[in-house]
């Protein structure tokens, strides 16, 4: 619930005055929108996020496109579907044209999730959203779904698949809609809409889809996928990292083998796989491969004052999540992001738990995630 | 069906002359024995495979013993439970008294399994056995179960758990002492058997069974519960090295964290497992623990020739397996296995293949086995 206010008013902030005494106003506006309609939005939220939105899944996909679009038309959005093939999560785009607006800005966000395997879940299931009365690592408990006039607390928090990564985003944006027609008031720019259906699967077709679509020129695109500051600050962020995966796979014998008659002998590809991946970062944090860093782009005085002048919050989250060191010790989190990473998203060789056997598995593999900035 | 036939070999040698002559002229009463009898051997052996034996198990491993029981009552050795306790899985203990015999041995083997997942087996499931016209690896195809008359091929593979190691090992001896009785010829010892339910999971209740046991007092053990030389050979060897399993897991964040907003700053526990691990071996495979190689007893002469003299299969078996090298490399399988080694059964960090996502992992996690040599 947090998640999605904090949008709204990023959304609204931007398409308003910046004055400070303007933005109070206008928060507390927004704050008795919200008091006034929450049961509304949270049915609307929780009909978004009950449909399985796995990029690859196409049925499903295309069911959550479906209601977006749904949503977008009771709105007056003028939806429609941008479409890249019939195995491609179609992007949807909408607009809501200002006379006499001399910009045009377009909102973005997805509507589809990472895939996520049920029996990791703790207590609930991804597409049967769950309100809690608290985080579920603060002993947040299940609550029934609030019946109409009864009060709901913005501490309490949903659990769903995508429910802040990014359907918050889609929900946020389209209530920011409502909330502005509600009070009267229209953006100073044209807005344009573009909620994309594969992020979280690489937006491969999203070349395409844009290329072929003279509708997405703008001014500026504001970006409604992030985090809320951990402090609980709404920010406003210049530029992402870029993404890409690299999926390692170490292969050993043929065929299992008995770490008893075979250990010392026959190569393990964990081990392999493990030194491999030990090879790549030194023990601080720095990549070590061969020309990592020689085509980062160096930060501009803008972007340094930024991060100077953001709050620090490195001490408050390592207590939060327990951290008693972190990588790159020295450099903060916010000019580390501004960096190339490598990432181990997950490694797997053989069982481990009640299935762990005495064996000399076949293989060992990996999945990274490389994030990149600009120039690399 | 070719261990289970090596393995009488192996019990009937020792229960006879060694001398050339005789071998070879056991060897073939032995192929009569097998092919007049074979339908009723794997129809014994099939249901035996057929009740899941993993030692957690409790209901199905006491269905094992029970089964066993009854199919060592049949054969006139006095069966009985050997128990450490309800919740622990009983050995069992048989005896073929000899009128006259001066000295006694223990034929040992093991009726539980490893853990196993079924959707890790590649068409059939565990503990339904299964006759295939050839190894898995080398294309073997499905066959129904030879109708009485039928021929049987002495090449087909039964695939089911334990189909080898070890339930082989408890239908070779019974399947020994019936060939033996249906001859008239009685063993030159005193011959008792121990069948073993929780080998696979540690043997820890072992101790407690035999301490409370008197009659566990042998003059010698054999332990059927080894592996075909793998050039097909017949072997016996002369100890084996001791297990311990370590877990092992590495903790970072209290939660998932986003690798795009964290990387770079949150350490990843599978890095950190990567290179923990990659600390305990060096590049050729040598153990670096310190001290790890200090306490282990040299081998002595006889055991030095006995290598010396075994059959050198290292080439063949690398071409088998597909190995380009060895860990070690410089000294055979046999002289290695001679030495503790450790192995990594398996690891587990986030998930990798469909499952895969860009998450900075809350844990890392692998299994160990160290094998254990003379002094260690």
């Known amino acids: 619930m947090k998640i999605l206010l904090y949008i709204i008013l990023v959304t609204i902030l931007l398409a308003t005055s910046s004055a400070r005494y303007g933005v109070v106003a206008q928060q507390s506006k927004v704050r008795e929108y919200r008091i006034a309609n929450e049961h509304r939005i949270l049915e609307e939220f929780v009909t978004l996020l009950s449909i399985p939105n796995v990029a690859s899944d196409h049925v499903n996909i295309r069911r959550n496109a479906a209601l977006i679009i749904e949503m977008m038309r009771r709105r007056g959005l003028e939806p429609r579907l941008l479409e890249a093939g019939n195995s491609v999560p179609p992007a949807i785009y909408g607009e809501w044209k ?133 402090s609980g600050l709404k920010q406003v962020v210049f530029g992402v990292r870029g993404d890409t995966n690299v999926d390692l796979t170490v292969y050993g014998a043929k065929r299992p083998l008995h770490s008893g008659h075979y250990g010392n002998w026959s190569p393990n590809p964990g081990l392999i796989l493990a030194k491999l991946l030990s090879s790549m970062k030194d023990e601080a944090g720095r990549v070590t491969i061969a020309g990592w860093y020689d085509d980062v782009a160096p930060l501009g005085e803008t972007e340094r004052r930024a991060i100077e002048e953001a709050p620090h919050y490195d001490n408050e989250l390592k207590t939060q999540l327990g951290l008693a060191r972190t990588e790159n010790a020295g450099k903060s989190l916010l000019e580390l992001i501004n960096e190339p990473s490598l990432n181990i998203n997950g490694m797997s060789s053989g069982d481990v738990g009640a299935l762990a056997r005495n064996v000399i598995p076949t293989t060992a593999s990996a999945v990274l995630d490389l994030r990149l900035v600009k120039g690399t």
């Open 98 to 230: 200002v006379p006499g607006a001399t910009r045009t800005i377009i909102l973005y966000a997805h509507y589809d999730g990472q895939p996520t395997d049920p029996k990791q879940w703790a207590g609930t299931m991804p597409w049967q959203p769950t309100l809690r009365s608290a985080a579920l690592e603060a002993g947040g408990t299940i609550l029934s779904m609030p019946k109409p006039g009864e009060k709901i607390d913005p501490e309490w928090r949903l659990y769903a698949r995508s429910a802040s990564d990014d359907k918050a985003g889609v929900m946020a944006i389209l209530t920011a809609v409502d909330a502005l027609k509600a009070q009267g008031i229209a953006p100073t720019s044209n807005v344009k809409f573009f909620f994309e259906g594969e992020e979280e699967a690489g937006s491969s077709h999203l070349g395409d889809i844009i290329r072929d679509q003279k509708l997405l020129e703008a001014d500026a695109w504001l970006i409604c996928d992030g985090p809320v500051h951990q």
